[in-house]
């Protein structure tokens, strides 16, 4: 992927300057730009070929495979994030993306479930078993509540349901307002009517 960056829920410069800084840290994209700096984004080192998820906020040079040519603070953080999802079950099915507000992709050792998600402390909680069906269950049952939450304080969602505990982009819906911001897991206030709010929401509506 040459030239221009490709299309993306961030503006055109927020965009150039991602692209501008992955390449000169010797990736090459492979999809548009994420919308949240913590999001994996697929890259490919040109330099060895190989192909990795990293958030923008730890876009470190690739280690070509050699543990020496990777940063202290990098192998830390990795040491720390293999033990901590470990020691409650997982186990990784991808490379470490680079920080751990960053999904990582991990597998339950005992029923096989597969999950995405960050590896704070916060985060990583023991497989269910089966898992996915209570998880599910209770992001359904979190996306409901906040569905209508926001439709009682009179706005509505921009983009589909972020998951549990993470911000979501909403408009107000009232007529001469529209204001577009983004609001946490929290119970909303109405809109203050104050205009367009915070740059850069997603450009595609919610499911």
Same mark, same amino acid.
């Given at each position: 992927m040459t030239g221009?960056? &490709?299309?993306? $829920?961030y503006d055109r410069a927020i965009a150039t300057k991602a692209v501008e800084t992955a390449r000169s840290r010797g990736w090459e994209p492979q999809e548009p730009p994420p919308f949240y700096r913590h999001t994996?984004?697929? *890259?490919k080192c040109v330099t060895c070929g190989r192909e990795?998820?990293?958030? *923008?906020?730890?876009?470190?040079?690739? @280690?070509h495979g050699d543990d020496t040519n990777r940063s202290e603070k990098v192998r830390q953080l990795e040491e720390t994030a293999f033990e901590r999802v470990r020691a409650v079950g997982w186990e990784p099915i991808e490379p470490f993306p680079g920080g751990m507000l960053a999904r990582w992709a991990l597998r339950c050792r005992e029923c096989g479930h597969e999950v995405s998600r960050p590896t704070t402390p916060a985060q990583v909680r023991p497989c269910h078993h089966p898992g996915w069906a209570a998880e599910r269950a209770a992001a359904a049952r979190d996306e409901r509540e906040r569905r209508s939450a926001l439709a009682k304080a009179g706005l509505r969602p921009l983009e589909p349901f972020p998951g549990v505990g993470v911000s979501w982009w909403v408009q107000c819906k009232k007529a001469g307002c529209r204001r577009k911001w983004m609001r946490g897991p929290g119970k909303p206030k109405p809109c203050p009517h104050? !205009? @367009? !709010?915070?740059? $850069? &929401?997603?450009?595609?509506?919610a499911a």
């Amino acid at each position: 992927m040459t030239g221009q960056p &490709p299309p993306t $829920n961030y503006d055109r410069a927020i965009a150039t300057k991602a692209v501008e800084t992955a390449r000169s840290r010797g990736w090459e994209p492979q999809e548009p730009p994420p919308f949240y700096r913590h999001t994996p984004w697929l *890259m490919k080192c040109v330099t060895c070929g190989r192909e990795a998820r990293l958030s *923008m906020r730890a876009l470190t040079p690739c @280690d070509h495979g050699d543990d020496t040519n990777r940063s202290e603070k990098v192998r830390q953080l990795e040491e720390t994030a293999f033990e901590r999802v470990r020691a409650v079950g997982w186990e990784p099915i991808e490379p470490f993306p680079g920080g751990m507000l960053a999904r990582w992709a991990l597998r339950c050792r005992e029923c096989g479930h597969e999950v995405s998600r960050p590896t704070t402390p916060a985060q990583v909680r023991p497989c269910h078993h089966p898992g996915w069906a209570a998880e599910r269950a209770a992001a359904a049952r979190d996306e409901r509540e906040r569905r209508s939450a926001l439709a009682k304080a009179g706005l509505r969602p921009l983009e589909p349901f972020p998951g549990v505990g993470v911000s979501w982009w909403v408009q107000c819906k009232k007529a001469g307002c529209r204001r577009k911001w983004m609001r946490g897991p929290g119970k909303p206030k109405p809109c203050p009517h104050a !205009g @367009d !709010g915070k740059r $850069n &929401p997603p450009n595609r509506e919610a499911a």
